[in-house]
């Protein structure tokens, strides 16, 4: 049974920093690709960012420039750097990860508020 497990989230003034991270647990044979996905209240969940095993990401245009996502192939650990916080980053964030199958985290509260 493979699962992941968030952990990093809380609450943040605009203009902060948070940094997520993504642990894999179970049988892996690896993730071809790995990453975050968001969902607000009332909003449909969104991509955030992802990382392919070979390092290519790509991010939503609302993030670009502010979060960086990073990867640790051999520890199937998957890391958010969050800067610039918006009140609008408020979600619940979740790690994905693909590997024959897409699996989900539980998800993570961001919060940010002054």
């Known amino acids: 049974q493979v699962q992941l497990v968030e952990s990093g989230g809380g609450l943040v003034e605009p203009g902060g920093s948070l940094s997520l991270s993504c642990a894999a647990s179970g049988t892996i044979v690896g993730f071809s690709a790995m990453g975050w996905y968001r969902q607000a209240p009332g909003s449909e969940r969104e991509l955030v960012a992802r990382i392919t095993i070979g390092g290519f990401t790509n991010y939503a245009d609302s993030v670009k420039g502010r979060f960086i996502i990073s990867r640790d192939n051999g520890r199937n650990t998957v890391n958010l750097q969050m800067n610039s916080l918006k009140p609008e980053d408020t979600a619940v964030y979740y790690c994905?990860?693909?590997?024959?199958?897409?699996?989900w985290g539980q998800g993570t509260q961001v919060t940010v508020a002054s």
């Open positions: 994905v990860g693909d590997s024959g199958r897409r699996y």
